[in-house]
């Protein structure tokens, strides 16, 4: 059974750092063809990908955010964390991580997903 | 402004069926697989069809989806009320070297 799930603060402040964390079970980051990847939805609009990092630790950014994001993993405690420097209110959006897999490449897709976190951006 | 345009609504009442259309560019739908997801009310979004047109162990075979070009469709026949929810495609984009989301789309039944 695969599961994922987001932790991290739910309120942080204009400017601050935001650090997410994304713990899963089920499968190995270590294995070919598998990735996660982090999704954010702010309320009520559309979902928008943030970043990715695959098995062989190849990373990927979105372009209009790459400057603030990074992405890393832990392989040995099956988790993965975001960061997003500079927050400002427009970030305040539900942070998704998600499995990706690439079960006949090049590109994959989101297969499993976690429940979300809300994380608020306001003084 | 989304890099995949989806109609942001679609209606039809039940039994039906219905199509949602995503529309793209040579650098994404056009040289990269489409997937669709479903996302319920307050739940997290759920793979509903990947790879243009293959439908996820569990998934309702109610649900195709298929490309053509650089646009892609998802098709729900036999329409429930518990299939109103927002609809996205994805789709890798070689131009942005990222993946991308559609507006999203709001199925209601009637």
């Known amino acids: 059974q695969i599961t994922l799930k987001e932790s991290g603060p739910t309120l942080v402040k204009p400017t601050q750092t935001l650090t997410l964390t994304c713990t899963f079970s089920?499968?190995?980051?270590?294995?070919?063809?598998?990735?996660v990847g982090w999704i954010r939805q702010p309320p009520g609009k559309a979902l928008e990908w943030l970043a990715l990092?695959?098995?062989?630790?190849?990373?990927r950014y979105s372009p209009s955010l790459k400057s603030r994001l990074t992405i890393t993993k832990d392989t040995s405690k099956n988790q993965v964390v975001l960061t997003m420097t500079n927050m400002d209110p427009v970030d305040t959006a539900t942070y998704y991580c998600?499995?990706?897999?690439?079960?006949?490449?090049?590109?994959?897709?989101?297969?499993?997903w976690g429940q979300g976190t809300l994380v608020t951006v306001s003084s | 402004q989304s890099v995949l345009t989806q109609p942001p609504s679609v209606s039809e009442a039940p039994r039906q069926r219905v199509t949602i259309s995503c529309s793209g560019s040579s650098s994404n739908i056009g040289n990269n697989a489409v997937n669709w997801y479903q996302q319920l009310p307050g739940k997290a979004p759920k793979l509903l069809i990947y790879?243009?047109?293959l439908l996820p162990s569990g998934v309702s075979d109610r649900f195709s989806g298929s490309k053509s070009g650089t646009s892609a469709s998802l098709a729900i026949s036999g329409l429930q009320s518990e299939d109103e929810a927002d609809y996205y495609c994805?789709?890798?984009?070689?131009?942005?070297?990222?993946?991308?989301f559609g507006g999203g789309t709001k199925l209601t039944v009637l």
């Open positions: 998600a499995r990706y897999y690439d079960s006949s490449g090049p590109h994959g897709y989101f297969d499993y």
């Open positions: 994805a789709a890798w984009d070689d131009s942005l070297n990222g993946l991308v």
């Open positions: 790879y243009d047109d």
């Open positions: 089920g499968f190995s980051l270590s294995t070919s063809g598998v990735g």
């Open positions: 990092i695959y098995w062989d630790d190849d990373k």
